[in-house]
């Protein structure tokens, strides 16, 4: 499975439909006090006041999954004796997801990306995660909770075509598990680049500095 995948079509600009499969509204199932706090996110956003308003993607932060297969431009995956290795360009990101049956870490471990522990089912790589930090699922404040569990689903299509599908089950924050789905297409002619993202970024101080302009 070692290869370089990429969600864009090289050249190509496209507007997405939304990525959730289930429900089939496309619609995250937020309990109202969670969809209170996502759109109370999403105004901050908007008009921000504290760096903790910006999308923590936007100062450098982990995404965390799935949102890092969805947002970064490219990834590699690499396949090693007893385990699977994701390499991303962005964020410098990884993760090392166990082969070998090994239990999850102890409750009290909290990960960026959490602790990933996967099985060959056919020709599906499917991953448990759990032991997550909570993270943003996107730039408008939509979320999951520390809580929650996700599993993962990697399948190849074809000799240049990987689906990533992403089941979140997590009860403090959702009414029900719900699913997304995006495709990868295999660039061999793409190379890894190292991504100029540092904590000293201008852009989220020029927003603060804009949101307190407006309040004079």
């Known amino acids: 499975m070692n290869a370089d995948f990429d969600q864009r079509a090289k050249g190509v600009e ?3 439909p939304s990525r959730i499969i289930d429900p089939p509204d496309g619609q995250l199932p937020y309990q109202p006090w969670a969809a209170a706090l996502q759109k109370q996110q999403g105004d901050a956003y908007n008009k921000p006041t504290k760096p903790e308003h910006i999308d923590p993607q936007h100062r450098c932060l982990m995404s965390g999954v799935p949102r890092l297969y969805t947002v970064a431009p490219a990834f590699k995956i690499i396949q090693a004796p ?3 290795v994701f390499i991303w360009d962005e964020y410098h990101a990884y993760r090392v997801v166990a082969l070998d049956g090994r239990p999850h870490v102890g409750p009290d471990v909290k990960l960026w990306m959490g ?4 099985r060959w089912d056919g020709n599906t790589l499917t991953i448990e995660t759990t032991n997550v930090k909570g993270a943003r699922l996107t730039y408008i404040g939509d979320f999951y909770s520390d809580k929650a569990r996700i ?3 990697l399948t190849p299509v074809d000799a240049n075509t990987l689906t990533y599908e992403a089941t979140v089950d997590d009860p403090s924050v959702f009414t ?3 699913t997304m789905r995006v495709t990868h297409r295999r660039r061999p002619d793409d190379e890894m680049w190292e991504t100029a993202c540092h904590e000293g970024n201008v852009p989220p101080d020029t ?3 804009n949101a307190e302009g407006n309040k004079k």
């Open 14 to 16: 496209v507007r997405l």
């Open 82 to 84: 007893g385990s699977i």
């Open 115 to 118: 602790d990933g522990r996967g």
């Open 151 to 153: 599993v993962e689903r």
């Open 176 to 178: 029900r598990a719900w």
């Open 207 to 209: 927003w603060l500095l």
